[in-house]
C-alpha cells in the first residue's frame, strides 16, 4: 500500500517488490495484492503476468499522509520544511550562547498542564496518528505488534536513539552487534554498551508485565537498563539525582534542588496516567523528562522508549526516531529547554513518526496475521523453551523432553502447533535474542555447544 501510496500510478508487482525494499517472493506479493483488490483498497489491470496495480482513489490520501513529508538535504543531513512558528524558534536556539539569556527550571510550565483540557497535540494531530499509527487489532494483548516486530524494532531503535546521542556506530554495525553479538572493530566501549543498554531496554519494555507501565518503577529500571556502566557511580543507575547537571551548548540550569526533582518527577508519571491519547501521552513525556533532567545522565534515551511505552500498550506503530535529523531534535529540545516553546520539537515528533510508520507498515503488510494457537501458549512456549536451553538439551533428546514438559491437557491440534513452534525457537535462537528467554549468555552458549 505505501509503495502504490508513494507512485499514484499502475505497477507491475516486480516494481512494487522493488519498492518496499523487503525482497518478497513472487507468490507471496501476488497474494497480497489480490487481497487488496478484493479488499477494495487497490485496482488492476491486465491479466496473466501483464497485470498492474494502483491505489484507489479513495486511500490514496491516507496514504500520503502517512508517508513522510518530502525531505530534502541541508549540509549533508536530512531536513525538512517547518512552520514559521519552528523557524523562529529554530533561530533563536542557534544564535550564540552569549545572546540567550539564563533561564532555570519552571515548575509553572508542568503545574499549568491539564490532562484532558491541556493539550500540545491539536485533535486533527491526534487523528491523523491515530489514522496511521493503527497496525494491529486493538483487542490483542497489549504489546503484541512490538512483540511481533521485535527483531527489527531492536535494531532500528537502538540504533537511531543512539545516534541522536552522537553514538558512531552505522545501522549494519547495529545489527551485527545485536544480532551476533560482534562489536564493530575500533569504537569506543562506551557506544557499544550504548546500543547494547538499549536493547535489553527496549526487550525490558515488550516483555509482557504488570509492572511495566506508565510508573516510577518502570521508568527507573528502564534508567538502570539504558546507563549501565555508562555513568561515573554506578549507585545512580535508577535514581533520580541529588547533584546538579547541566545541558552543552544551552542557556537552560536545570533545578538542582533534589525535593522538586522528586516532586516534579512523580507529577510528571502522575500526568500522563490521566491523559487519555496516547500520542499526548508519548509527547508530554518526550518534553517534560528531558526538561526536569531527573536523573544525573541519560535523560534524553529514557524519554523516547518512555514515550513507546503507551504505543506499545495499544498495538500502535513504534516511534523509532528513524532519519530524524539530530541537529532539529537537538534544537527543538533546546526550543523547549529555554523559552518552553514546543513549535520545533512538536513538528520534529510528527515528521519522525509519519517516518516511522512508513516503514513498520511496509513491514506490517509482510507479516501476515498472528497465529493464535502460539499467542495463547505464549508464556508456555517460552518457558519450554528456556528449560530446554537450561538442561543443555541436544537436538536428539529435544522432542522428548517437549512431550514431557507440556501439559498434557493440551488438545492434539494445539499441541502439534505448540511443538513446531518450539522447535522453530530453538533453531533461530542466537545471542542477540536470548534475553527474552531470561536466559544468560553461558546458559545459552553451553547449550549451543549441546545442540
Known sequence: MAALGRQGRYMAPNEINESTGLNLTPHVIRDRLQDLVKEGKITSKGIARGTKYKIVKSHSAAIRMMLPTPEIKARGEVSFPLSKPAEKVREYVTAPLLNRASIGYKRSFLDEYRPNTSSYLTEEDKEILLGIGQVEAQTQPAGTYARKILNRLLIDLSFNSSRLEGNT??????????????????????????????KDAIEYLVEPSDQVGLN???????????????LGNP????RLRTVPVDIGRSAYIPTAVPQLIEECFNLILAKTQQIQNPYEQAFFLLVHIPYLQPFEDVNKRVSRLTANIPLFRQN?????????????YIEGLLGVYELNDLALFKEVFLWAYRRSVSRYKVIQESLGAPNPVNLRHRDLIKQIVSELVKVRASKETTTDKIARLLDTNLEIDDRNEVINAIERVLVS???????????????FQQWKANW
Open 216 to 230: 516510577r518503577f518502570a521508568i527507573t529500571n528502564l534508567h538502570a537498563h539504558l546507563a549501565e556502566n555508562l
Open 429 to 443: 535462537l542466537h545471542e542477540g535474542n536470548i534475553a527474552r528467554f531470561k536466559l544468560t549468555l553461558s546458559e
Open 169 to 198: 556506530y552505522s545501522l549494519l554495525d547495529t545489527e551485527r552487534l545485536i544480532k551476533d553479538g560482534a562489536p564493530a572493530a575500533g569504537k569506543n566501549p562506551q557506544e557499544t554498551h550504548m546500543i547494547l543498554n538499549h
Open 316 to 328: 500502535l506503530c513504534p516511534l523509532s526516531f528513524t532519519d530524524v535529523p539530530r541537529r532539529l
Open 235 to 238: 549507585a545512580a543507575e535508577g
